[in-house]
């Protein structure tokens, strides 16, 4: 006991000093409360890498040999730069992207994970955690529509982790042995193959690499005028697939694609999926959140029938990154991804507890208990606050839709689906070739500006602008403003040879 009381009097613990906490907790909740009642429209300030670098190497303590005392203004000035280099979320000039601005109690409540620091892998870590993700779980499960029990959902840090362990689930469930013989299972057999729409994401023909099936064992499904997989064109595809030696074990079906936030016919791929012994995953990262909007529900309809689903609470359910939600038809299905046993995380008697752990069914061993943010706001607010923002931003898309039908010098490229709009800056007569030029040269001065963030997709080889409206903030006005800055843009690149 000696001992320990001098190597702990020796030691400088004025970090962990909780008044120290709650003088920094102060200090951040002043800049944050600034940072969210800054109404103006601001896109994104981008600082050059070196810059930015000097900028925080310049912050940084030069003492190498002791335990630096607290500097308040240091950390002010950490936290000002920190706040001024990012996306502006919360900002009316923000269209970009699809990471939300967060419920303020979500980030809250995602601080106090952050201090606790309860890894949620295993219930005997983070016993609340493990009960709040069984409770969104059922409580999701109500628009989802499967019997009460027979299902199992767990949080994976980010879709594309998601739908790898949806993919693993398919490929160990459909191709007995690829776990533990690998590629050898499948010798003098067809090779195995994902069925997936022309324009996925990425993360699933990356999926592939990862999983040893290689991205030439993508069957890309050709999409109709709505940008969705066409369902009449899909048996012909995996017709073709089959006689070239192949067997498609897992359809991928989005629900809110990431280019243009289009939605497969899922009811009918189930159809289709079930009669061939095919897996239907759906991708709903985007998409999955319309489920709790009586109004737009329908638009993931068949989602019943699906074997896996995964779904970013980060974008739609505006938690703070990450947080995703892999839902599984079949509960038992839910252990296939993983099959190892480990003595010193994985309890060989199950019990009560341990029945909550999600070790054994995700890539990750320690992870934050991601579904604290979600299930707060939910417990507080109820379904109807993601609701009705859901709904208002879908509605506010339409409107600024209708508002391009009435401007000759833009075109649109799709009806919008939920949130997401593509659309293209064409005066007069420019071939594609020009256009595609034209499109990425307004979205990089327009991102130079800082006025206003947007971003932009390729659709049939040629660029579009791209929206994503994430902020309940965002009104018709805001847009027509976008409008007017793209199409004063656009006019000097043209005067400038911009062809």
Request: hydrophobic share 40%; proline share 5%.
């Amino acid at each position: 006991m000696d001992h320990a009381r001098k190597i702990s009097s020796r030691l400088t613990l004025d970090a962990f000093d909780i008044q120290r906490f709650l003088e920094s907790s102060a200090a951040t909740l002043d800049r944050l409360e600034k940072h969210l009642t800054d109404l103006s429209i601001r896109g994104l300030e981008l600082t050059e890498p070196a810059q930015l670098s000097r900028a925080a190497r310049s912050l940084m303590t030069t003492d190498r040999e002791n335990v630096a005392g607290h500097d308040e203004a240091k950390l002010n000035a950490i936290i000002d730069l920190y706040l001024k280099t990012g996306i502006q979320v919360h900002s009316p000039g923000y269209m970009g992207r699809q990471f939300s601005g967060p419920v303020p109690l979500a980030g809250v409540v995602d601080f106090i994970s952050s201090v606790v620091s309860q890894p949620s892998s295993f219930y005997e870590a983070a016993q609340l955690p493990n009960v709040a993700e069984k409770i969104m779980a059922d409580e999701l499960n109500r628009f989802i529509g499967w019997p009460p029990g027979s299902f199992a959902m767990v949080t994976t840090s980010g879709g594309s982790l998601a739908n790898l362990t949806a993919l693993l689930a398919a490929r160990n469930d459909r191709l007995p042995g690829f776990w533990s013989e690998g590629g050898a299972a499948c010798l003098d057999r067809p090779r195995p193959a994902i069925a997936v729409g022309d324009d996925v994401h990425y993360s699933v023909s990356r999926t592939a690499g990862v999983m040893g099936i290689g991205e030439a064992q993508l069957i890309r499904l050709p999409l109709d005028r709505r940008h969705r997989i066409d369902v009449d064109r899909v048996v012909p595809a995996l017709e073709a697939a089959e006689r070239r030696g192949l067997r498609v074990f897992c359809l991928v079906a989005s629900a809110g694609t990431t280019s243009v936030g289009a939605f497969d016919p899922i009811g009918e791929l189930a159809e289709i999926t079930r009669e061939r012994g095919i897996w239907l995953h759906v991708d709903g990262a985007h998409g999955a959140s319309l489920l709790v909007s009586d109004r737009l529900r329908w638009k993931l309809e068949g989602i019943d029938r699906a074997d896996s689903l995964a779904w970013d609470a980060h974008k739609m359910m505006f938690t703070p990154a990450p947080c995703t939600l892999l839902f599984y038809r079949d509960k038992d299905k839910s252990r296939s991804p993983f099959r190892q046993r480990a003595s010193y995380v994985f309890d060989e008697e199950p019990d009560i507890y341990t029945a909550l752990d999600s070790g054994g069914k995700t890539l990750e061993c320690t992870k934050r208990p991601m579904i604290m943010p979600l299930w707060v706001s939910w417990a507080m607010y109820g379904r109807a606050l993601f609701a009705e923002k859901i709904e208002y931003l879908c509605r506010l898309t339409k409107d600024v839709h209708h508002i391009l039908l009435s401007e000759p010098d833009f075109e649109t490229t799709h009806w919008p689906e939920a949130n997401i709009l593509c659309f293209r800056y064409r005066p007069g007569t420019l071939s594609d070739a020009d256009t595609h030029r034209l499109q990425v040269a307004i979205r990089d001065r327009v991102k130079a500006r800082g006025t206003f963030f947007i971003s932009k997709v390729d659709l049939a080889g040629v660029a579009a602008l791209r929206v994503v409206l994430m902020n309940h903030l965002i009104t018709e006005e805001h847009f027509r403003m976008l409008l007017g800055e793209i199409r004063a843009v656009g006019q000097e690149l043209l005067r400038g040879g911009c062809r």
